[in-house]
T-cell receptor, first 116, second 113 residues
Framework: GAGVSQSPSNKVTEKGKDVELRCDPI?????LYWYRQSLGQGLEFLIY????????KSGLPSDRFSAERTGGSVSTLTIQRTQQEDSAVYLC??????????????FGPGTRLTVL | GDSVTQMEGPVTLSEEAFLTINCTYT??????LFWYVQYPGEGLQLLLK?????DKGSNKGFEATYRKETTSFHLEKGSVQVSDSAVYFC????????????FGSGTRLQVQP
């Protein structure tokens, strides 16, 4: 596709429910990132996938958060037992990691999650 | 760990004024440095970048110079327009290891006609 796409664009859920957020990276991009943008915390890294390597999960805030990337393309971020503090915009980005060292990250429009 | 510090906003300027948004960083080695922009209702877009000391990134009239000695990457524009109103994020990517970006808190720029 032309860019990174994310769905849904908006998600409202009740506290305690599970949610799944989807990211479709730019075709051919081997690296995929999830970030979270919230009022209190700014832009935070969550998780990073690169090819078939084990993901870098160092930014996940709790074990309620998990992500997978199937077939090296689409990724799903899952938040279990959502809490109000999970309300934020969840951003996905992808890059080509062509080896030049300056693999630009292209961001999707984000999913705005509201936990009531 | 790595960190990025940006000046607090909002910054309010009149059209054609000179803009500076300060950004300093803490990181080991030689990180790559970026400015991203988020226009109202839109996603993050890369504005400019620099990979080594003394590099100057530029785009759309904006410039920033990678200053290793002061660990800074200040964003400047000589004459802002109303259309430049947005939130600007300074970011770095570590020299080795983690590939994810570390962002500053963002600075909101409001340009008045």
């Amino acid at each position: 596709g032309a860019g990174v796409s994310q769905s849904p664009s908006n998600k409202v859920t009740e506290k305690g429910k599970d949610v799944e957020l989807r990211c479709d990276p730019i075709s051919g991009h081997t690296a995929l990132y999830w970030y979270r943008q919230s009022l209190g915390q700014g832009l935070e890294f969550l998780i990073y996938f690169q090819g078939n390597s084990a993901p870098d999960k160092s930014g996940l805030p709790s074990d309620r958060f998990s992500a997978e990337r199937t077939g090296g393309s689409v990724s799903t971020l899952t938040i279990q037992r959502t809490q109000q503090e999970d309300s934020a915009v969840y951003l996905c980005a992808s890059s080509s990691t062509s080896g030049g060292g300056l693999d630009e990250q292209f961001f999707g429009p984000g999913t705005r999650l509201t936990v009531l | 760990g790595d960190s990025v510090t940006q000046m607090e906003g909002p910054v309010t300027l009149s059209e054609e004024a000179f803009l500076t948004i300060n950004c300093t960083y803490t990181a080991t080695g030689y990180p790559s440095l970026f400015w991203y922009v988020q226009y109202p209702g839109e996603g993050l877009q890369l504005l400019l970048k620099a990979t080594k000391a003394d590099d100057k990134g530029s785009n759309k009239g904006f410039e920033a110079t990678y200053r290793k000695e002061t660990t800074s990457f200040h964003l400047e524009k000589g004459s802002v327009q109303v259309s430049d109103s947005a939130v600007y994020f300074c970011a770095l990517r570590a020299w080795t290891g983690r590939r994810a970006l570390t962002f500053g808190s963002g600075t909101r720029l409001q340009v008045q006609p």
